[in-house]
């Protein structure tokens, strides 16, 4: 995980000083790119320890196209709390575009974009087109926070039996979010090859604005002083050709070791 450690350290020495919607300040950078081989380990970083349960839990909840927290609470995951109204909803984020592309506007025709990539997968593996796009222009002003994590596309090598992934990220936080993002999409990845019969093989992370807030400098300082461990283990128990099938008891993480929790307040 040593890419992104450098990825911070560019931030934090070359960023420049913006203002930015939450009131905090950032130092920023514009477009980079990170690769992960799933092959050599799962990408959870080391130099502090990630929640791994509220990576898993969010990701099966976008899964489930759900827009509400209730799924969260029920689990003891809190990371969408301050985005929420009184009643739990957050419009039409992730899950809604992921799922019901479409179901917040008038007369569009509804989309469930992940049956569709996966069965595009399965059908047609050289397409260019296995893309999942969460930046519904028609329906942001309807969401509590616009995708930060916009689209992604999958590519599979047909001689070796392997599928990739790259995100397009247009907003970073690069030392609270982005090691989620990371997890989370490594683990989508395994988890679509695993119900297309193929092999997970690279996650390509590629940003827009990648940014430090200025009330994490002092965190990101202490994270850069510590060295990495070795990459975990990922096992998913279940065998399935159906992505909706997973729960969290499904995922066995191994060989984890980390560096203590650093502390930091999100920028909401």
Known sequence: MKQYLYLMKDVMKNGNTRADRTGIGTR????????F??????????????????????LLWFLRGETNIKYLK???????????????NLGPIYGAQWRKWGAASKNVKIVDQISDV???IKNDPTSRRLI?????????????????????QFYVDVEKKRLSCQLYQ???????????????????????????????FHFIHTFGDVHLYLNHIE??????????YQLPQMKINRETDNV?????????????????HIKAEVAV
């Open 28 to 35: 920023s950078i514009f477009g980079a790119q990170m690769r």
């Open 170 to 200: 247009r907003s970073a936080d690069i030392f609270i979010g982005v090691p989620f993002n990371i997890a989370s999409y490594a683990l989508l990845t395994m988890m679509v090859a695993k119900v297309t019969g193929l092999e997970a």
């Open 219 to 228: 965190a990101a300082k202490t994270q850069l002083k510590r060295s990495p």
């Open 244 to 260: 909706f099938d997973f729960l969290y008891e499904d995922f066995l993480l191994s060989n984890y070791n980390s560096h203590p």
């Open 74 to 88: 029920k689990h003891d995951v809190h990371i969408w709390d301050a985005w929420a109204d009184t009643e739990g």
């Open 132 to 152: 999942v796009n969460a930046w519904n222009v028609g329906e942001l002003e309807q969401m509590a926070l616009p995708p930060c994590h916009t689209m992604f």
């Open 118 to 120: 996966i069965k595009r």
């Open 37 to 58: 081989n799933l092959q050599e380990g799962f990408p959870l970083i080391t130099t502090k320890k990630i929640h791994l349960k509220s990576v898993i839990y969010e």
